[in-house]
């Protein structure tokens, strides 16, 4: 797929394949998700169920409120070469940050909001980490690639039109804005094993959690702001 990258790849070959497809996808980039995974499992086991309708979810602050309390997780989201990528692609420099964990194994509480597609109404630069092997029915975040245009120019009139109140803004494509022409066969699921990392930008029209019986995602995901 063009959006896949190698970990040794140029900043150059990154940024060229996210303006081009709105993610970059490297397949393998952790052979060894254990330390991390760990971490993660006891921040699920001390969250509760509460509105996220596919499991649990759990916001634990940036990566500097991570280094001592899961050096693990803290360690792999302050690589500067994350904050290098967002630099280059957005112009801008890092002023907010906030890393979520996320726990998918349910599916009989209805579909949560991301779980259609849609593209996110603050634009968002996104770090995802596949910790175990995720396929189509196991919730694997889906995608339509070269999307992240069409949904930057929908987010800033979207925003315009609700006059900024976030609740109000429309950002499902293929609900609010059907004269796109886009469809459930455009859509394609990321799928990775375990250690598989995705960057992307979140004007990208995306989607996650569609989970089939007894499977299951574990995740975790960096969000960066300018």
Request: proline letters at 2%.
């Amino acid at each position: 797929m063009n959006f896949e990258i190698k970990k040794d790849d140029s900043s150059e070959k990154i940024i060229n394949t996210l303006r081009e497809n709105g993610l970059a996808v490297c397949y393998g980039y952790l052979e060894n998700v254990e330390d991390i995974k760990a971490e993660c499992e006891k921040i699920i086991e001390d969250t509760d169920e509460d509105d996220y309708l596919f499991g649990k979810a759990a916001r634990i602050g940036s990566v500097y409120d991570n280094i001592e309390s899961n050096p693990a997780l803290g360690n792999f989201f302050s690589q500067e070469w994350m904050f290098q990528i967002f630099q280059q692609y957005t112009g801008k420099i890092v002023n907010f940050n906030e890393i979520f964990v996320q726990h998918d194994y349910r599916n009989d509480r209805g579909i949560s909001r991301n779980g259609v597609l849609h593209f996110d109404r603050i634009s968002t630069f996104k770090y995802m980490l596949y910790l175990t092997d995720v396929e189509k029915d196991c919730g694997a975040l889906s995608v339509i690639p070269g999307t992240h245009l069409d949904g930057s120019y929908l987010r800033a009139e979207a925003r315009k039109n609700a006059q900024n109140e976030y609740d109000k803004v429309k950002n499902w494509p293929l609900i609010d804005y059907p004269e796109l022409g886009y469809s459930e066969e455009d859509i394609i699921p990321v799928c990775g094993k375990a250690g598989t990392l995705i960057i992307f930008d979140t004007d990208l029209f995306h989607r996650g959690g569609l989970i089939e019986n007894d499977k299951s995602r574990l995740m975790i995901r960096s969000h960066l702001r300018g």
